[in-house]
């Protein structure tokens, strides 16, 4: 079983949609976890940390189920520029620093 | 957040050869690592860089492939040794900032080198 595990997509999306994104990790241990985004042939860029409580920066909200050990990332009024690949990340040794990313979900949004 | 460059950005080099990748941060940072990705896939852990003393590499990876150094707080090298084709992928060097504890911290990731091995 893959420790971080995402649905591949793609994802196409109008201009203005609300999309979601599912990702589940293997790991109890486990106490980080990022959303990454990737455009292509381009670095992931962090995106945003996702806390137990929830949590929300302008248009994207993350959130966490560790009972599940599920992870979620909501965007809403998606823009154009949004198009990118989304890594779901948890970070996986003893020192909790080295991470696990997923495969990545695709988004594409059109005009 | 850091400002990361790696050298060179992209190479093309014979089986057999060996390459080394370098890694710069504009700041002194405790966590150093290195990933690859290869062609449609995501990021594998290769190692941690450990300043002073010898990389921790990840199940599949051994120092004799891919030596590490790491001299000090803001620069590492990884060498792709002996290459063949299967290693032409993204390597990519990444800090990480630890603000209280694996609960508060970010990983930054430097623009990648594409290698291909022919």
């Known amino acids: 079983r893959k420790e971080v595990e995402q649905d591949p997509g793609p994802f196409n999306v109008p201009e203005g949609a609300t999309v979601a994104f599912n990702c589940t990790y293997s790991n109890s241990a486990s106490q980080s976890f990022f959303w990454y985004r990737q455009d292509c042939r381009k670095e992931p860029k962090l995106l945003m940390s996702v806390y137990s409580s929830g949590n929300e920066d302008g248009r994207f909200t993350a959130q966490l189920n560790r009972a599940s050990q599920y992870i979620s990332l909501l965007i809403r009024d998606s823009k154009l520029s949004d198009s990118a690949t989304y890594l779901c990340v948890v970070n996986g040794d003893n020192s909790g620093y080295a991470l696990n990313f997923g495969k990545g979900t695709s988004l594409l949004v059109t005009p | 957040s850091a400002v990361i460059s790696q050298k060179p950005s992209r190479d093309i080099c014979q089986r057999g050869t060996s390459l080394t990748i370098q890694c710069q941060v504009d700041?002194?940072?405790?966590?150093m690592f290195w990933y690859r990705q290869q062609p449609g896939q995501s990021l594998t852990l290769i190692a941690t860089a450990n300043q002073g003393s010898e990389a921790t590499y990840e199940s599949g990876f051994v120092i004799d492939k891919f030596p590490i150094s790491r001299p000090n707080l803001t620069f590492s090298t990884l060498t792709v040794s002996n290459m063949s084709p299967e290693d032409s992928s993204i390597y990519l060097c990444s800090v990480g900032q630890a603000y209280g504890g694996p609960t508060s911290y970010e990983q930054y990731f430097g623009p990648g080198t594409r290698l291909t091995v022919t």
């Open positions: 700041s002194q940072v405790t966590m």
